[in-house]
T-cell receptor, first 117, second 110 residues
Framework: GAGVSQSPSNKVTEKGKDVELRCDPI?????LYWYRQSLGQGLEFLIY????????KSGLPSDRFSAERTGGSVSTLTIQRTQQEDSAVYLC???????????????FGDGTRLSIL | GDSVTQMEGPVTLSEEAFLTINCTYT??????LFWYVQYPGEGLQLLLK?????DKGSNKGFEATYRKETTSFHLEKGSVQVSDSAVYFC?????????FGQGTELSVKP
């Protein structure tokens, strides 16, 4: 499809397990972002990849969270030793970067709803 | 740090009523400003944007003007429809990432 694709759409797992969430950005978009949407915290930035630059990890809430982007395209967000407070919808977005360096509007996927039992 | 504040919801209006959702921001420099909308059961969609002071973004009858002097980006629509029922998020872009307000739920009754 033409949009940002995320998988799985839903994930239920037990506390303490590791989970991996996948994001396929729009083809040609060099910038990729992860956000988290939860009832108590609203929409929070997690991490941002832009081309070959070092990612901006300033929003990751703990060292249990990590993300990588392989080949400048697909990204995986990994949460180790999940806790109940990790329950949220994890959103991925991608965008073009204009020639003046300013990022174009972000296009969001439908998200992965993560539930920790 | 940078932040966005929106009026609290839920906002309930009758069809054809005038809508205003207030949004103010705190930021260093001159960020781009956005309104995103999340319809029930759907993902976040860009509604409109403005990249510099006095710019007016518009789409689907919605408008918002970038006001540097009042650090505001209020969303307006002259006549809402039931199909506009959704959650609306104001956001600013700084260093690439988006910083969102807490969202305002709008419910339009026929």
């Amino acid at each position: 499809g033409a949009g940002v694709s995320q998988s799985p759409s839903n994930k239920v797992t037990e506390k303490g397990k590791d989970v991996e969430l996948r994001c396929d950005p729009i083809s040609g978009h060099t910038a990729l972002y992860w956000y988290r949407q939860s009832l108590g915290q609203g929409l929070e930035f997690l991490i941002y990849f832009q081309g070959n630059s070092a990612p901006d990890k300033s929003g990751l809430p703990s060292d249990r969270f990590s993300a990588e982007r392989t080949g400048g395209s697909v990204s995986t967000l990994t949460i180790q030793r999940t806790q109940q407070e990790d329950s949220a919808v994890y959103l991925c977005a991608s965008s073009l970067v204009a020639s003046d360096g300013y990022n174009q509007p972000q296009h969001f996927g439908d998200g992965t709803r993560l539930s920790i039992l | 740090g940078d932040s966005v504040t929106q009026m609290e919801g839920p906002v309930t209006l009758s069809e054809e009523a005038f809508l205003t959702i207030n949004c103010t921001y705190t930021a260093t420099g001159y960020p781009s400003l956005f309104w995103y909308v999340q319809y029930p059961g759907e993902g976040l969609q860009l509604l409109l944007k403005a990249t510099k002071a006095d710019d007016k973004g518009s789409n689907k009858g919605f408008e918002a003007t970038y006001r540097k002097e009042t650090t505001s980006f209020h969303l307006e629509k002259g006549s809402v429809q039931v199909s506009d029922s959704a959650v609306y998020f104001c956001a600013l872009s700084q260093g690439g990432k988006l910083i969102f307000g807490q969202g305002t739920e709008l419910s339009v009754k026929p």
